[in-house]
């Protein structure tokens, strides 16, 4: 009894820090309605059916293929035994209107990711652990810390820090939050079809430099693009999102983005479904089994609450394990990795103890 009343404690007062710190990224973006919510409901409704029409959940063409890639290995100054891999990302934007916002944003059109141990000459190469950061992040030396990383290196793993577009080294001059995601969901699927085309990308060229395995784990938007991920290349060993977004439609009404009028807050949300379903995992097939895939939530969480992680538990039939911290403070996540050891161990991904 005394241990659930202090995990109900620690959930309610972990989470208190997620309020503070959605009013303040709010408050970092600027004041005013931008996007969709400057428009009115029918003007919501219009636009997001345009959207869904502009961008097709079943369109052959939406993500591309895993491409050949030879990246530019850059040294880290202090980090003798890393490297930063930089490639052209050569994206094109679906719809031409946003064609000129992608070309202005330079730093954005090459794909950045700092592999750990990429100086290693020694011994065989290990199996590759790529880890996605949430929004805000890219910075790698705080996201290395952010994700624990020494633990899975310890497991075994060689890690790479994937830069999401907009964040980190990729960031636009002058800009106060990304562009990605945006208040224009044309700009927000744009980035995840961006971010997919260079995760394949990645995957396909550490399978060819003979690591045996390469999974994916994900925070937060992260969470997303891991889960978006596993319905997109096959071959990954496992896939991990770690406290979650699952879908944008709920984060929205979540958070009070959609109409104060129940009835038109439905047909906004049912909306949202459509216009994002190109992207959204939990209206793709899997491509990665359940039993491959581990799902991380936090029971305190006010960002993305931990529905988003049971929805995406239940899509994919993957197991759920959860923790008492919330979203910024994540207390307890350790008992949460020790079921991700499990896991890679069980499959055979690294090796048993």
Request: aromatic residues 8%; charged residues 20%.
């Amino acid at each position: 009894m005394i241990r659930a009343l202090r995990r109900r404690l620690v959930t309610r007062a972990t989470g208190a820090l997620d309020v503070a710190f959605t009013r303040a990224t709010d408050a970092l973006a600027g004041k005013g309605p931008r996007g969709l919510a400057a428009l009115s409901h029918a003007g919501r409704l219009d636009a997001l059916s345009e959207i869904a029409a502009a961008y097709p959940a079943d369109a052959p063409d939406f993500f591309r293929p895993a491409r050949v890639i030879r990246p530019e290995r850059r040294p880290v100054p202090g980090a003798p035994d890393a490297v930063e891999l930089c490639w052209a990302s050569d994206y094109t934007t679906r719809t031409p209107e946003l064609a000129e916002r992608w070309e202005a944003a330079t730093a954005n059109a090459t794909a950045v990711v700092r592999h750990l141990s990429g100086a290693r000459t020694s011994g065989p190469p290990r199996p590759a652990l790529i880890l996605v950061h949430g929004y805000l992040g890219g910075n790698f030396d705080f996201e290395r810390r952010a994700f624990s990383v020494p633990r899975f290196e310890a497991l075994g793993f060689d890690v790479l820090l994937y830069t999401l577009p907009f964040h980190g080294l990729r960031a636009e001059p002058g800009r106060r939050v990304p562009r990605f995601p945006g208040a224009d969901p044309r700009v927000t699927l744009e980035g995840f079809r961006q971010a997919a085309g260079e995760l394949v990308d990645l995957v396909a060229h550490l399978r060819g430099l003979g690591h045996p395995q390469v999974g994916i784990l994900g925070m937060s938007l992260g969470g997303f693009t891991t889960s978006m991920l596993a319905t997109l290349e096959p071959s990954l060993a496992f896939a991990v999102p770690l406290i979650p977004l699952a879908c944008f439609a709920d984060w929205a009404r979540d958070h009070g983005r959609l109409s104060k009028r129940p009835d038109e807050a439905a047909r906004e949300h049912a909306a949202l479904l459509r216009a994002y379903a190109a992207i959204s995992p939990l209206q793709r097939t899997p491509r990665v089994s359940g039993e491959r895939m581990l799902v991380l939530g936090a029971e305190g969480d006010r960002i993305t609450p931990l529905h988003h992680a049971e929805a995406l538990s239940a899509h994919f039939q993957a197991p759920l394990h959860t923790f008492a911290g919330a979203h910024m403070l994540q207390l307890g996540r350790g008992r949460a990795f020790e079921a991700f050891d499990r896991m890679v161990r069980g499959h055979g991904v690294v090796p048993e103890r």
